[in-house]
Protein backbone atom coordinates (compact mmCIF):
# COMPACT_ATOMS: atom_id res chain seq x y z
CA UNK A 1 0.00 0.00 0.00
CA UNK A 2 1.24 3.69 -1.03
CA UNK A 3 0.05 6.75 0.58
CA UNK A 4 0.62 10.44 -0.47
CA UNK A 5 0.18 13.19 1.74
CA UNK A 6 -0.17 16.78 1.11
CA UNK A 7 0.38 19.70 3.14
CA UNK A 8 0.91 23.28 2.48
CA UNK A 9 -2.39 24.24 0.91
CA UNK A 10 -4.38 27.76 1.84
CA UNK A 11 -5.53 30.98 1.37
CA UNK A 12 -3.54 33.75 -0.56
CA UNK A 13 -3.99 36.74 -1.89
CA UNK A 14 -2.39 37.99 -5.14
CA UNK A 15 1.27 38.00 -6.00
CA UNK A 16 1.86 35.88 -2.43
CA UNK A 17 3.43 32.84 -2.06
CA UNK A 18 2.61 29.12 -1.48
CA UNK A 19 4.18 26.38 -0.63
CA UNK A 20 3.15 22.45 -1.00
CA UNK A 21 4.54 19.40 -0.03
CA UNK A 22 3.54 15.98 -0.93
CA UNK A 23 5.30 12.58 1.41
CA UNK A 24 4.85 9.32 0.12
CA UNK A 25 4.90 6.58 2.61
CA UNK A 26 4.37 2.52 2.68
CA UNK A 27 5.68 -0.03 -0.05
CA UNK A 28 7.84 1.77 -2.19
CA UNK A 29 10.53 0.15 -4.31
CA UNK A 30 11.22 3.13 -6.51
CA UNK A 31 9.84 6.26 -7.48
CA UNK A 32 10.01 7.61 -11.17
CA UNK A 33 8.12 10.78 -11.86
CA UNK A 34 6.44 12.88 -9.42
CA UNK A 35 4.08 15.82 -9.94
CA UNK A 36 1.12 17.81 -9.75
CA UNK A 37 -2.17 18.55 -10.94
CA UNK A 38 -4.74 20.85 -10.08
CA UNK A 39 -8.54 21.32 -10.63
CA UNK A 40 -10.79 24.15 -10.77
CA UNK A 41 -14.31 24.44 -10.20
CA UNK A 42 -15.80 23.24 -13.36
CA UNK A 43 -12.50 22.43 -15.07
CA UNK A 44 -10.62 19.57 -15.53
CA UNK A 45 -7.82 18.26 -14.05
CA UNK A 46 -4.62 19.65 -15.52
CA UNK A 47 -1.39 19.25 -14.96
CA UNK A 48 0.23 21.85 -13.26
CA UNK A 49 4.24 20.35 -12.87
CA UNK A 50 6.52 17.20 -12.94
CA UNK A 51 10.02 16.36 -11.82
CA UNK A 52 11.35 12.88 -13.03
CA UNK A 53 13.55 10.96 -11.12
CA UNK A 54 16.97 12.16 -12.99
CA UNK A 55 15.55 15.93 -11.70
CA UNK A 56 14.01 16.63 -15.46
CA UNK A 57 11.29 19.28 -15.01
CA UNK A 58 8.22 20.15 -16.83
CA UNK A 59 5.38 22.63 -16.59
CA UNK A 60 2.56 24.56 -17.37
CA UNK A 61 2.61 27.19 -19.65
CA UNK A 62 0.07 28.78 -17.27
CA UNK A 63 2.84 28.46 -14.36
CA UNK A 64 6.16 28.92 -15.65
CA UNK A 65 8.02 31.40 -14.31
CA UNK A 66 5.90 31.44 -11.20
CA UNK A 67 6.00 27.69 -9.53
CA UNK A 68 9.46 25.54 -9.28
CA UNK A 69 8.81 22.19 -8.37
CA UNK A 70 11.82 20.00 -6.38
CA UNK A 71 11.52 16.65 -4.90
CA UNK A 72 14.12 14.95 -2.09
CA UNK A 73 14.50 11.59 -3.06
CA UNK A 74 15.66 10.52 0.22
CA UNK A 75 12.35 11.82 2.00
CA UNK A 76 10.09 10.55 -0.83
CA UNK A 77 8.99 13.81 -1.45
CA UNK A 78 7.86 16.29 -3.90
CA UNK A 79 6.75 19.94 -3.67
CA UNK A 80 5.35 22.75 -5.64
CA UNK A 81 6.68 26.68 -4.54
CA UNK A 82 4.51 29.03 -5.82
CA UNK A 83 4.86 32.59 -5.92
CA UNK A 84 3.10 35.43 -7.70
CA UNK A 85 0.13 33.64 -6.93
CA UNK A 86 -3.15 34.55 -9.26
CA UNK A 87 -7.16 34.46 -8.62
CA UNK A 88 -6.87 31.59 -11.92
CA UNK A 89 -4.27 29.53 -9.80
CA UNK A 90 -7.13 28.76 -7.37
CA UNK A 91 -8.24 25.05 -7.28
CA UNK A 92 -7.81 21.70 -5.41
CA UNK A 93 -3.83 20.70 -6.17
CA UNK A 94 -3.46 16.52 -6.28
CA UNK A 95 0.48 15.50 -6.18
CA UNK A 96 0.89 12.16 -7.73
CA UNK A 97 3.70 9.64 -7.90
CA UNK A 98 4.69 6.88 -10.29
CA UNK A 99 5.28 3.76 -7.68
CA UNK A 100 7.42 0.71 -8.08
CA UNK A 101 6.25 -2.04 -5.56
CA UNK A 102 8.35 -3.88 -6.13
CA UNK A 103 11.58 -4.65 -8.09
CA UNK A 104 9.57 -6.94 -10.34
CA UNK A 105 6.47 -5.37 -10.91
CA UNK A 106 5.28 -2.13 -13.50
CA UNK A 107 4.81 1.50 -11.90
CA UNK A 108 1.38 2.55 -10.84
CA UNK A 109 0.35 6.11 -10.23
CA UNK A 110 -0.63 7.06 -6.85
CA UNK A 111 -2.57 9.76 -6.04
CA UNK A 112 -2.54 12.39 -2.86
CA UNK A 113 -6.10 13.48 -1.25
CA UNK A 114 -5.82 17.12 -2.76
CA UNK A 115 -4.89 20.27 -1.15
CA UNK A 116 -6.92 23.50 -1.34
CA UNK A 117 -5.65 26.33 -2.72
CA UNK A 118 -7.94 29.65 -2.76
CA UNK A 119 -6.06 33.08 -3.66
CA UNK A 120 -7.89 36.43 -3.29
CA UNK A 121 -7.75 39.15 -5.50
Known amino acids: QVQLVESGGGLAHTGESLRLSCAAS????????MGWYRQAPGNQRELVAF???????NYADSVKGRFTISRDNAKKSVYLQMNSLKPEDTAIYYC???????????????WGQGTQVTVSS
Open 51 to 57: VTSSDRT
Open 26 to 33: GSIFSINA
Open 96 to 110: YADVQVYAVTAFGRY
